[in-house]
């Protein structure tokens, strides 16, 4: 299995000072709010502070609080075995010493927002010392304006906050990511070296990854496979559904990235969405359609397994 490792790797100084920021922070016992877009690799960046700690020998637990509310809840508090009585303990006793990590902490339910920030306060009363990090790829300061994010918990996780730059804009870090990806693919699955011809690693360059680090990852393991004499080269890569979105995404005289209407009109409704806080009455008078065509909209990508839309609440 593919380590998260790759999506740690890279050159662009935004992202060398995120990764600064993140080793700086790792020292303190402060809560962290990591902000990503999805596919950037968050929980990489947060388990990256765990392990630059002195609490890298401790548990590290992972609740994804976009799944349903009441598993949420029982893997915070701990519960009760039905069938064998036994109690387990929630992740703040098991990770005594150690890390939690809150991913997509947006998705939490607003009621148990409210305990969960109680429950934090009152760690010490109980003796646990545990780190926090929670990571979103949504704008909580605008989830807390509308109402659907507790300001409270909002201010205990966002002391400190590391944002992580989308694929698209870290440039040459795309070729960095793909070497690593391809190398550890070759090794989990017994295969000789595979290396990347010049004029494929401009092109990854080029794409606009939407779906950032697990997009690349999941692309590069096709092209493997479509390599012939021991290289990725352009016909590796243009096999495919991929060929038409590759020749499209090219810059024009501005600088500006250009792109396919399809591509344009998914980050138009995308950026609405954000902007609105998912408020999708407001997004679509922004974009000038019926809230009917918004709905079609999304649910057509959601079918596609766009990571963004798939979340979407």
Known sequence: MLTAGFSLVGNHPKFLKSLETA???????????????SGTGKKSLATYIHQNSIRKSARIEIVDCAIDTASVEKQVLGHRDEESGRFNRGVLELANGGTVIFANIDALDENFQKRLYNILQELPDYELDVR?????????????????????????????????????????????????????????????????????????????????????????????????????????????????????FEKDEDGVKLMSLREAEKLLI????????????????????????????????????????????
């Open 132 to 248: 926090v990090i929670a990571t979103t790829s949504k704008n909580l300061s605008k989830l807390v304006g509308a109402g659907k994010f507790t300001r409270a918990l909002f201010t205990y996780f966002s002391g400190v906050q590391i944002d992580l730059m989308p694929l698209r804009e870290r440039g040459t870090d795309v070729e960095l990511i793909a070497r690593q990806i391809v190398s550890e693919y070759c090794q989990e699955n017994s295969l000789d070296s595979i290396d990347l011809a010049p004029e494929a690693c401009r092109k990854l360059s080029e794409y606009n990854w939407n779906q950032n680090v697990s997009e690349l990852k999941s692309f590069m393991k096709k092209a493997v496979a479509n390599a012939n004499s021991g290289i990725v080269d352009l016909q590796s890569l243009e096999q495919g559904e991929r060929r038409v979105e590759f020749t499209s």
């Open 23 to 37: 080793r700086n922070v790792a020292v303190t016992k402060t809560p962290v709010l990591i902000y990503a877009e």
């Open 270 to 313: 995308k950026k609405a969405l954000v902007f609105t806080s998912e408020n999708r009455t407001q997004a679509a008078k922004i974009l000038g359609v019926s809230i009917r065509t918004l709905r079609n909209k999304i649910n057509e990508y959601r079918g596609e397994g766009a990571t963004y839309f798939v979340n979407l609440r």
